[in-house]
Nanobody
């Protein structure tokens, strides 16, 4: 059974940094696109960033230049480095692995940006 486990969330002050991890128990991790999404209370789940198996990245405009997505295929793990955090970044962050036919979601990790 495929499992994605996020970690690294927490409470941080505005301007601070956090690094999220997503560990995947899946065969052929390398073949999947990895994405990070977030959902604030009362809002829809939005795309934050994606990274392809070859390492090509894409970011939402709201996080471009502040967040960095990466992956370590040898460890079956993806990361989201978040810098210069703002209160509006507060949300539950989810990782997702997907291909042409399958997709898998993690359980989410809470990120709260507040002074």
């Amino acid at each position: 059974q495929v499992q994605l486990v996020e970690s690294g969330g927490g409470l941080v002050q505005p301007g601070g940094s956090l690094k999220l991890s997503c560990a995947a128990s899946i065969t052929f991790f390398t073949y999947y696109i990895m994405g990070w999404y977030r959902q604030a209370p009362g809002k829809q789940r939005d795309l934050v960033a994606t990274i392809t198996p070859s390492g090509r990245t894409n970011y939402a405009d709201s996080v471009e230049g502040r967040f960095t997505i990466s992956r370590d295929n040898a460890k079956n793990t993806g990361y989201l480095q978040m810098n210069s955090l703002k209160p509006e970044d507060t949300a539950v962050y989810y990782c997702k692995l997907y291909g042409t036919k399958l997709e898998y979601w993690g359980q989410g990790t809470q990120v709260t940006v507040s002074s």
